[in-house]
């Protein structure tokens, strides 16, 4: 007997008296069938950083968060890889990696076991175009995690048979990511779009074997000190009680300067499509292919760049965007697929991101390029499309600000790329000053029947007649980006 008939059953049993009849919800809204209205948005008051100078002119940013006992200390350098050397290409991440294996006499191990009694961590690290070395712990320990980090930060011992250890764990990692094809498929795009110039200044096994201690204590002293640092705190702790801190450990560290040096030939480096071409890195039995597809745009500070980002998030950037929506949900190709813009230095890039089973490689560029053009006539972007995306982003705006984290990157954004005022405190108005007009120009004016670069890393024995029979020219080429071939190959 089931639980539906055996419940009112064993109620009759127990007396007479029948079951209470149920209430019936008599309004016209069906709360089972129907999805209720949104909540009015909340009011949100953005954290406020509060800013301070050190004797030295190095500039403090503080976000205050007081609902643990945590603070995190992060001095940021602008100094990434884009420094590097022409032929030492890593010797940015490999300097900063080195600064926490061995610092003020104490080896690796020390600093490690001082940091497990504290409680604390530190860290240091490259991008592309900054470096940071960081710190967090217990408020109540916040002295000497911070001798810590600036022992780590200015008393960098580079022991040789550390540096030893990390050069072939970082050939070995080299050689694995040649294997790997979303590894792949991340340093052959970023070759298609600088050639070797920029972001597309990659690392080789050789650079690695030819890098000395020396040579990292020459990029060091060039580039880590007051004179091209700011220092960001956020949590439990106060301006009048971090900045003696700080200025206890850092004022002795240099002067600070207002004209930082940038890059100045970024664009330079940038290749933009001519024409749509396929470019098909070879991996052998792969079961999947990982593909991208995009183009270089406007930059992040343009006047359309809001209503790019709009538009954007209706084709690719949210889960029920079109072309997840298409890829996913109707064809069960992959797991997800994805449009976004990348900025840095350079103008900025937008692409599709995506892995697709291996039969379906050629379908779904096909249906990429069929939903970039359709976003630009024929099936636009409609208002309730624009206004889904802008609800997205700032419904989940404030989400970003729970902790300190979110202000103290926004703030070293603003201040490695020279980003205006109002960069943060203005970014809801600017979106919601968007028409779908304006986000229609945008798009047209960026991506609609302009040439676009695709990536496919996969299996070429596979998907390399199907691709051929989208009638685009495809460009060969190794795990490295390099062609392996002279000419193009087109279908006829």
């Known amino acids: 007997m089931s639980a539906a008939i055996l419940i009112p059953t064993l109620l009759l049993a127990c007396g007479p008296k029948a079951p209470p009849t149920p209430v019936v919800d008599s ?25 301070a100078t050190l004797s030295n002119g190095l500039r403090v940013v503080l976000v205050e968060n007081h609902e643990v006992p945590l603070v995190w200390v992060q001095v940021g350098l602008r100094a990434g890889a884009w420094t590097d050397p022409h032929d030492q290409p890593g010797l940015a991440s490999v300097t900063m990696d080195m600064l926490n294996e061995g610092a003020a006499g104490k080896t690796a191990a020390q600093l490690s076991n001082a940091q497990r009694k504290l409680g604390s961590t530190v860290g240091s690290s490259a991008g592309l175009d900054s470096a940071t070395v960081s710190a967090s712990g217990l408020r109540e320990k916040l ?39 979303r590894s792949i498929g991340d340093r052959v795009w970023e070759k ?12 080789t096994e050789a650079a690695y074997q030819a890098m000395t201690v020396k040579d ?10 007051a004179q091209n640092a700011v220092v960001l705190v956020g949590g439990d702790t106060t301006m009048a009680e971090i900045q003696p801190l700080l200025e206890a450990r850092l004022a002795d560290w240099g002067a600070a300067k207002r004209d930082l040096v940038r890059p100045t030939d970024v664009d330079e480096h940038v290749i933009q499509p001519e024409a749509t071409t396929i470019y098909l890195v070879d991996k052998p039995g792969a079961a999947q292919s990982v593909l991208r597809v995009g183009r270089f745009v406007g930059k992040r500070t343009d006047a359309d760049a809001p209503a790019f980002q709009l538009h954007n998030m209706a084709v690719g950037g949210m889960f029920t965007a079109r072309i997840n929506m298409n890829l996913r949900e109707d064809k069960g190709w992959t797991y997800g697929a994805w449009s976004w813009v990348d900025s840095n230095y350079a103008t900025d890039r937008w692409q599709v991101g995506t892995s697709v089973m291996t039969p379906a490689t050629a379908d779904a560029v096909s249906e990429i390029l069929r939903e970039v053009a359709e976003a630009g006539q024929g099936h636009r972007i409609s208002q309730a499309e624009l206004d889904n995306g802008r609800g997205y982003l700032l419904g989940t705006w404030p989400l970003g600000f729970e902790n300190p984290g979110k202000l103290m990157s926004e703030t070293e954004a603003m201040w490695l790329y020279d980003l205006p005022d109002d960069w943060i405190t203005g970014a809801p108005d600017r979106l919601r000053a968007v028409s779908l007009g304006q986000a229609h120009t945008a798009w047209d004016t960026w991506v609609r029947d302009q040439p676009l670069a695709i990536l496919v890393v996969g299996d070429a024995a596979t998907v390399g ?28």
Request: charged share 30%; net charge negative; hydrophobic share 35%.
């Open 216 to 225: 990292m204590k020459r990029w060091y002293e060039a580039n880590v000190g």
């Open 192 to 203: 298609l779009g600088f050639g070797d110039g920029y972001a597309g200044h990659q690392t």
């Open 465 to 492: 007649e199907p691709l051929s029979a989208l009638g685009l020219p495809i460009v060969k080429l190794d795990a490295d980006g390099h062609p392996l071939q002279a000419t193009l190959e087109t279908p006829q």
């Open 27 to 51: 309004r016209p809204f069906d709360h089972r069938l129907d999805m209720p209205e949104p909540l009015a948005p909340r009011e949100f008051q953005l954290p406020q950083a509060e800013e």
């Open 143 to 181: 002295p000497e995690t911070l001798d810590l980090m600036v022992d780590v930060l200015r008393h960098p011992d580079f022991p040789a048979d550390e540096w030893s250890l990390m050069q072939k764990k970082r050939i070995q990692t080299l050689k694995a990511n040649r294997e790997d094809p």
